[in-house]
């Protein structure tokens, strides 16, 4: 058992007695090949409900900060995370990001950057829109419904991937690609609210 597999048992079995996380749509997940996972971000613990109940790993890309806690920064390359700068146009991430795509592997994005405020959600970073069209991957947006509350149920819904071939002929911008993403992951969110 890989370092990956021990530490998605361990939080799984961490979680349950506390939250009650349940993921639907799985059918729905690519069994192979590059998949682009992008999910609204509503609390600390999104990466962890999406990360346990996704059939796939998951390669998290995370804020830099993350990596120079003491705790984390030994943990995170072993999870499978990699860190990005916020606020800037950081070409080593994006570079990573898509060799996981291109590798067949699963890259897991947030794509607003920034936990919501309100719960409601918010704008899409073009970084999500820029993976999936410089990519060949799937497309599969993903919402996360709370509230985090103890003993309260958290849904993980996957979507259907997304035809995203067009867009890709069409040539369309990033922020176009990432707006269509968005409005996937918000009909997820009005349908299983």
């Known amino acids: 058992m890989n370092f990956y597999t021990f530490a998605k048992n361990v939080v799984k079995i961490g979680l ?3 939250y009650r996380i349940k993921a639907s749509g799985k059918e729905h997940f690519p069994k192979e090949g590059g998949v682009l996972i992008c999910a609204n971000h509503i609390n600390n613990l999104d990466p962890l409900a999406v990360g346990t109940t996704s059939p796939r790993d998951i390669h998290f890309m995370a804020k830099e ?7 984390l920064k030994g943990i995170m390359p072993k999870i499978n995370a990699f860190p990005v700068k916020r606020g800037l146009s950081d070409r080593e991430a994006l570079r990573k990001g898509l060799a996981i795509l291109k590798d067949d592997r699963v890259l897991g994005l947030f794509p607003e950057g920034t936990r919501s405020k309100n719960g409601e959600l918010g704008e899409g970073l073009s970084g999500a829109g820029f993976f999936a069209l410089r990519s060949q991957a799937h497309i599969v947006p993903c919402a996360v419904i ?8 958290v849904k993980v819904v996957y979507g259907k991937p997304i035809d995203f071939q067009p867009y890709r002929d069409q040539k369309v911008s990033a922020d176009v690609a990432t707006k269509v993403i968005m409005a996937e992951i918000q009909k997820l969110i009005s349908e299983n609210k």
Request: no cysteine; charged share 15%.
């Open 146 to 153: 709370g509230p985090y509350s103890f003993l309260g149920k």
């Open 16 to 18: 349950s007695p506390v």
């Open 65 to 71: 900060e993350l990596f120079r806690a003491p705790v």
